[in-house]
């Protein structure tokens, strides 16, 4: 009977098949495969987990950025305001001290109006005094000259001076 069976086998191509069978039962022992699957399985589902919180740090980063957003344009307003009262308080601060300059030019130059006034003034008196001298001068040499007894009287008096000083 066990010949019969090997007969059987050797006639047909069961012997073949299981032969292939034990050749990738013992392939699939050696490259383990289901533990090689089952290693496959759970790389992809850390993968997934690591996805998953990446994608909730990236929300969490889109919270972030979207609450910074949200108060953008009451800072750029708040901004823009402190920038036109700054400017303002510039703007005045260049009228006034504009308004002083020109005021001080003002003053400066009545200054030197008053004081070159004073200087020709006194230009004037200096030649209408030299002037006068002249005239005065003039007059008395002319004097002098018409007159010899006051030319005499002039000389005593100058020597009596002279004399009453030394004394």
Known sequence: ??????DYIARTNLFNFIIFAGIFALIFWKIDLIGGLERGTQAIADKIEESETKKEEAETGLKTIEDKVSNLEEEIDGIVKKSEENANLVGQKILTDAEQTAENIKSGTAKLTENKTALIKNDIMRRASLAAVETAKNHIINE???????????????????NGESI
């Open 1 to 6: 009977m066990f010949e019969t069976v090997l």
């Open 144 to 162: 002098l000259m018409r007159n010899h007894e006051l030319h005499n009287k002039l000389i005593d008096e100058s020597i009596e001076a002279i």
